[in-house]
C-alpha cells in the first residue's frame, strides 16, 4: 500500500499561529507533535515510510522535511499551484504510477485532521483494502455524534459486508434541520476526505470522468517530473478544471463504497472546532499556559504570558509575537475575513 498525505493548505483560519510560512499542519496543537506528524506516524503503523508520500506546494517543501525529515526527496511531491483536489490528486496518481505497478493499492489522507482510535482506523484500511482490490473506489465516512452543518455527508446505500455499503450519493454542507433529518435516517456519515484504490482504479476514473484534465496531465507525465521542466509542468498544471475530487471522480464512478469509521475524529477546522477537542477545566477554559480565570467559562486563550482574566465568556484571545486575535467563540468560521483584509491593506508582513 501507498499513503499519500495532502498538504497544502494555507490554514488561515489558524491566524495569527498560521501563517504562510507555517500552515495549520505544521502547529504542534496537541503536545509536541504537529499534525502532519501525527498523520505520519498514523500511516507509518502500517504503511513502509518509503511508501509514504507527501504532496504540498514549493514554498512548503522545506517545512515538510524539517517535520518529517525521514522522507526521501522523491517522496514529496510539489503541486505547482493550488487546484483543488482532482487536479492534486491526478498529478500525484500519474506521478506514482511511473514507481508503482498499477495494481498497488493508494491511500489518501488529508495532512490536519485528528483521530483517536488508531487500531480502528488501520482495522477499517486493511478492510478496505481488500474492496479496493476489486476495482472499487473506496471512501471513509464519520458515523455522526451530532447534526453538523459544516461536514458534507456520504448517504448510504445497500449493505455489501459487515459495515460495508454501496454509496448512494453524496450531499453538500447541510442547514441544520436537513442535517437533523440525515442522522435520524441513521444512513448518513461525515465525508472525511479519506479515499483508498488501486492506481489502475483512479487512473482509469480520470480517463473517463476528467478527460479535459486527464491529457493534459498526460503531457505533464512526459515530461518526467523533472526539476529542469517545472516552468513547462507549471504552465500546464494551471490549464487544468479547478474541482474537488468528490465532484470530478467520486460523484460519477459507479463502484463506490463507503466504510464507516467509529471513532473519534476532528478536522480542526477552526479555533471553536480545536476548543470541541482540547481537554478543558471544569469551566470548559482551555488556557495551556500560567494563567488566573476568576467567574470566566468556555474560553480558549493561548497565549505565552501569564493571562489573566475576569467575568469572560465563550470567547477566543490568541497572541503572537506580532499580533493579537480577539472574537466570540461562535464567529470563529470569520477569521479568514481578517487576513482577507490583512491582505487587502498590504499588511504583508502579518500572512
Known sequence: ??????????????????????????????GDKSLIQLTFERLNKFIKTE???VITTIDQRKMVHEHLPLLEKKNVIIEPYAMNTAACIGYSVNYLNTLYESDETLLIVPSDHLIDDLD???????LGESFAKENNHIIFGITPTY???GYGYIHAGQEVSNSVFHVKQFK????LALAQEFISTGEYFWNCGIFLWTLKTIISSFQKN???????????????????????????????????????????????????????WSDIGSW????????????QNYIPNKHIAINSKNNLIVSKKLVCCIDVDNLIVTETEDAILILPI??????????????????????
Open 1 to 30: 500500500m501507498i499513503g499519500l498525505i495532502m498538504a497544502g493548505g494555507a490554514g488561515t483560519r489558524f491566524w495569527p499561529l498560521s501563517r504562510k510560512n507555517k500552515a495549520k499542519q505544521y502547529l504542534r496543537l496537541f
Open 51 to 53: 511508501d509514504i508520500y
Open 120 to 126: 480502528e482506523f488501520s482495522q477499517k484500511i486493511k
Open 147 to 149: 447534526p453538523a452543518t
Open 172 to 175: 453538500e454542507k447541510p442547514n
Open 210 to 264: 476528467y478527460a479535459e484534465g486527464y491529457t493534459i496531465l498526460e503531457e505533464i507525465k512526459r515530461l518526467e517530473y523533472k526539476s529542469e521542466n517545472f516552468y513547462k509542468i507549471r504552465s500546464l498544471y494551471k490549464k487544468l478544471p479547478r474541482i474537488p475530487i468528490d465532484i470530478a471522480i467520486m460523484e460519477k464512478a459507479e463502484n463506490r463504497l463507503v466504510l464507516p469509521l467509529n471513532l473519534n
Open 272 to 283: 471553536k472546532s480545536l476548543h470541541e477537542v482540547v481537554d478543558k477545566d471544569d469551566d
Open 330 to 351: 461562535e464567529a470563529s468560521e470569520k477569521v479568514k475575513e481578517i487576513v482577507k483584509q490583512i491582505e487587502e491593506q498590504g499588511l504583508k508582513e502579518y500572512l
